[in-house]
C-alpha cells in the first residue's frame, strides 16, 4: 500500500514574499513552511507519487551569469517536474556580452511573460538589484537568488536543511537545537555558508568554522560564531560535518596554504570524521575537489556522506520554492 503524503498548510498568515533574495526574506513561520514543502515534494518524489503540475502555464528563465551545475539543473529539473516552460539563458550567445545592462536583459526577459527570474552572479546584491528593476516597470516576475557574492545562496542553505532533517528523521518544527554542524574549510569566502549559518541558527543549531585562520569568517554576522582552527577539537561532539571547497575564484591572492598542506592539516577523511560525534554525517554542497578538502572515498561512501542526498533535495526543494513564490501568490 502507498504511502499518503499530505501536503503542508500554508501558514495562517499566508505565504507574503514575492523574491527569494535571501534567508531573511522568509519569517519563521514560512520557513518552516518551505522546509516542510521540500520534504513533501521529497516523498512524492521518492515514492514515485504524481507530481501536481502546479506550474503550468508558468514560465521560468534561468539567468546564470557565472558557472553552475548542481543550481542551474536542478532549478531547471523542478521547474520542467511542476510543469513550467523553462527557457535557460545562454549567457555565452546573449546579448549580454554586447554591453547590455543587467537591467535591460532582465526587463526584457519579464517583458516576454518570465513569472520566475533564477539569477546567479558573482556579485552580492544582484537578486534584489534585480528584483528592484523589475518593481520599477510594474513587471510581475518574482527573483530567486540561486547563489551570489561571497555571502549568499539561499536555497542551497534550504536544501541542506532538508538533507539534516531527512537524515535525522525529523520536520523542521522540530529544530535542530541538540545538534552541532561544522562547516569546515574557505568558509571566508563561501556564500553557502552565509545562508547555511543563518538558517541553521534560526533553527537553532550550533554552527561552528572549522579551517586556517585565512579562510575564517569576518564581520558582524559571524561574531556569536565558535571558531577552530585545530579540526579535532573543531570536529568534536558534532553531528554534520560540512566540507567546503576552496575558493580561488573570489580571493585576490592565492591561499597561504598549498592544497596539499590543506588535505594533511584539515582534509576530511574517513579517518578525521572519527573525531565527530559517533555517525556524525559528512556533507558538501559541490563542487567537490577531491583530495583536497575531502578525500573521495569518503565522500563516495554513503554510509556516511549526505552529498548525494544534498543533490537529489536540490531538485525538491527547488520545487518548493517555485511553488511557494509562483502559486501561494495567488
Ligand atoms: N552548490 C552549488 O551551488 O553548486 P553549483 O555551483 O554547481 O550550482
Do not use: W
Not at 527573483?143 to 557574492?149: F, K
Not at 575564484?249 to 582534509?267: K, L, V, W
Amino acid at each position: 500500500m502507498s504511502e499518503t503524503i499530505i501536503r503542508p498548510e500554508i501558514p495562517s498568515e499566508g505565504f507574503s514574499p514575492k523574491n527569494l533574495t535571501g534567508i531573511s526574506d522568509l519569517s519563521d513561520t514560512e520557513l518552516i513552511y518551505l522546509l516542510d514543502l521540500a520534504q513533501y515534494y521529497g516523498h512524492l518524489t521518492r515514492y514515485g507519487h504524481d507530481i501536481p503540475q502546479r506550474l503550468a502555464t508558468r514560465t521560468q528563465v534561468n539567468l546564470f551569469l557565472e558557472n553552475s551545475t548542481r543550481t542551474n539543473v536542478s532549478f531547471e529539473l523542478a521547474g520542467k517536474k511542476l510543469g513550467a516552460n523553462i527557457l535557460v539563458l545562454p549567457v555565452a550567445a546573449s546579448s549580454v556580452h554586447k554591453g547590455e545592462a543587467l537591467r535591460d536583459t532582465c526587463q526584457t526577459l519579464a517583458a516576454m511573460g518570465a513569472d520566475a527570474m533564477i539569477v546567479r552572479n558573482v556579485e552580492h546584491g544582484t537578486s534584489a538589484f534585480v528584483a528592484d528593476a523589475l518593481d520599477e516597470v510594474s513587471l510581475p516576475c518574482c527573483v530567486i537568488n540561486a547563489g551570489e557574492g561571497t555571502q549568499s545562496h539561499p536555497t542551497q542553505a534550504l536544501l541542506d536543511a532538508v538533507t539534516m532533517l531527512d537524515s535525522l528523521g525529523r520536520q523542521a518544527k522540530d529544530g535542530l537545537s541538540d545538534i552541532t554542524i561544522a562547516i569546515c574549510g574557505d568558509v571566508r569566502h563561501s556564500r553557502v555558508a552565509g545562508s547555511n549559518i543563518e538558517l541553521l541558527r534560526r533553527l537553532g543549531a550550533h554552527v561552528r568554522c572549522v579551517g586556517p585562520q585565512e579562510f575564517m569568517p569576518e564581520g558582524s554576522n559571524y561574531q556569536h560564531i565558535e571558531q577552530f582552527t585545530d579540526l579535532r577539537q573543531g570536529l568534536a561532539d558534532c553531528q554534520f560535518v560540512m566540507g567546503l571547497r576552496i575558493q580561488l575564484e573570489r580571493m585576490d591572492d592565492g591561499p597561504a596554504m598549498s592544497a596539499p598542506d590543506f588535505y594533511n592539516t584539515y582534509g576530511l577523511t574517513h579517518e578525521t570524521l572519527k573525531y565527530a560525534a559517533s555517525g556524525a554525517k559528512v556533507m558538501h554542497p559541490g563542487p567537490m575537489n577531491r583530495g583536497v578538502e575531502i578525500d573521495g572515498r569518503l565522500a563516495d561512501d554513503r554510509r556516511h556522506s549526505l552529498v548525494l542526498d544534498q543533490v537529489a533535495n536540490g531538485v525538491t526543494t527547488r520545487m518548493a520554492v517555485l511553488d511557494a513564490l509562483l502559486t501561494e501568490q495567488d
